[in-house]
């Protein structure tokens, strides 16, 4: 691969009896942001943690601009890593956390050029005046811009970022994907973000890449990933999809809500029936429709700004959730401890089956 | 009900600790100001005087009592205790930082290091004055043999220390300088060891003061020259005098000057620790 930037090609790491990463081969390109999705334990720290250094895979190779740096040392490698909890150094001013690799890194600047760049990056991040603060006399969004700042000083071509928005509130979040998305335009460097935000993966990636136990298990465009998840485990992370069990045979997947006939389904180990959250349609109990049908009572709603979330409990105890985008009009309200039909256009559900074409 | 009655046995076991604790140094203190040089080691207190202050350092008219010999082997014991400091303090960071990641025969090396402080000083003594005569053939000397079971002993507790400080260190710091491309040594000096600096200020102070008063293994591995402490002991041997209690309250206000410089540079360095541990907070 001539454009690819950044490159693994099967790498495999355990810890003891736990197989943190299982044959991971993955191509970057330059100027690419890729999203790492996964739930915790999914090995997407772990895969970091190699690309920059910190650990050996037991096997397989990483290659970076052209080179194998499989067995290169972290501080050789010329890869940044912006950290979870920040890691800045405690004892140290914001200008001299800043400005740290600058002054004792591989190519020490001398004192004047190191006071420049490192104010240039200050201001790039907006926190011009307070270069001599120490780190504990900023706030959490600050330090986290100085994190960014501390790595993107020393110019890196690659950037892994781990959960580094975690730490940060709603608000500051936001913000902040704003200005990764604008700083990565204005500096062209490829960012690797762990999350295990699926809105942070989806929103914020090039390309979102899904991990489970150590594999990747789709790798994909926001859009490919949201509209065709590759496998019920996909559909799950995302947090968008009801999911439901059955049976899938003779192009008719039968479940808890009816017999429905599915034009295509794709092969997977398990039979699951998959309907996104805003594409459920709620009935009053007595109507009758064709179709999928579900009976469900109202639990209760929550406002998440641009749309409302309603949770439904079906017989037997699971929660099935309907969005309503505001977009689209005034909510309906539900009454508490009442019962619903739930419905769907097939068309729109994903199905997965072992006998899948 | 139940603290009602724990309460106050505590509360006695305390002071009776504390009583044992300082008593001694109390009825030292003053017995030291005994009158000279007739006034002898008892009470009562013939009448207060600073004679035996003035005695060490030379400052009374000469009289039939032998200024203490300690003017030499005090100077002895400084160097050694401050050799013996920072050879262990250095060893003891050096093999912390090493258990940081494990490795083979890591429990074996362990015990091994920690050894050092269990084995009983008389025997370490004999051993390595026996070793140093009859095996190697070199002489014994304070600055030789003796600070080499020294550091031997002093070596486990700077290791402890240290082995304690290191397991709450926050690596990430450390792989954060490396990712800005700073080398693992740099980042040592510049990050770690500014870090760990409480933990090495205590490894010193432990190192010197088990140096400075350390007896059994002195003993028998310093050969001719003598340290303070067994310079003193040498003296029991003819008749006590009030000087070498004078001298006692002489040692202790340095040991306690000691623990003053300790506790002011621990604060400073606490200060910044402070720091460090509310960056966790937030995580």
Known sequence: ?357 | MESRVLKPILGVYVAAFLLFLYGPFVVLTIISFQQGPEGGPQFPIIEWSTYWYKHIFGLTPPSRIAPLPVGEALFRSLVLAFMTMVTSTVLGVMAAQAFRKRFKGASFVFYLIVLGMMVPGVLTGLGTSLLANNIIGIERHWYTTAFATHVAYTFPFAFLVMLAILNRFDASVEEAAWSLGVSPWMTFRKITFPLIFPGVLSAMLFAFTLSLDEFPRTLFASGRDQTLPLAIYGTFSVEIHPNIFAFGVLTTLFSFALLSVYGILMALSVRRAKKMAMQEDIV
């Open chain 1, 1 to 357: 691969m001539e454009t690819a930037v950044f490159r693994l090609d099967g790498v495999t790491k355990r810890y003891g009896d736990l197989l943190a990463l299982d044959q991971v081969t993955l191509d970057v390109g330059v100027n690419e942001y890729v999203s790492f999705l996964g739930p915790s334990g999914s090995g997407k720290t772990t895969l970091l943690r190699v690309i920059a250094g910190f650990e050996a895979p037991d096997t397989g190779r990483v290659f970076f601009e052209g080179r194998d740096i499989t067995h290169l040392p972290a501080h050789e490698r010329g890869i940044g890593f912006v950290f979870q909890n920040f890691a800045l150094f405690p004892h140290l001013t914001v200008r001299q956390n800043v400005g740290f690799g600058l002054a004792f890194g591989k190519n020490p600047l001398p004192a004047a050029e190191v006071d420049r760049r490192s104010a240039e990056m200050i201001a790039m991040v907006g926190l011009a005046g307070m270069e001599d603060r120490g780190v504990d006399q900023i706030s959490g969004g600050q330090r986290q811009r100085v994190a960014l700042a501390r790595t993107l000083a020393m110019q890196p071509k690659l950037v892994l970022l781990d959960e580094p928005l975690g730490a940060l509130d709603a608000n500051l979040r936001g913000r902040m994907r704003n200005e990764l998305r604008a700083i990565r335009e204005r500096l062209g460097v490829t960012f690797l973000h762990v999350t295990g935000s699926e809105n942070e993966a989806l929103a914020m990636g090039d390309r979102v890449v899904v991990l489970d136990r150590g594999r990747i298990i789709q790798s994909g465009t926001s859009d490919e990933i949201y509209d065709t998840p590759a496998s019920p485990d996909v559909a799950h992370y995302l947090n968008r999809f009801n999911l439901f069990d059955g049976t899938l045979a003779d192009g008719q997947f039968r479940g808890q809500f009816g017999t429905v006939a599915v034009p295509g389904a794709r092969r997977a180990a398990r039979d699951v029936y998959a309907v996104g959250y805003d594409r459920m349609r709620v009935l009053p109990l007595s109507s009758s429709a064709d179709g999928p049908k579900l009976k469900a009572t109202f639990v209760a709603s929550e406002y998440l700004g641009s749309s409302i979330m309603n949770f439904f409990e079906v017989d037997g105890g699971g929660v099935v959730e309907m969005e309503h985008h505001l977009s689209l009009g005034a909510p309906e309200t539900y009454a508490p401890k009442q019962d619903y039909l739930l419905t769907w256009n097939p068309e729109h559900a994903i199905v997965f089956g072992r006998e899948a074409r």
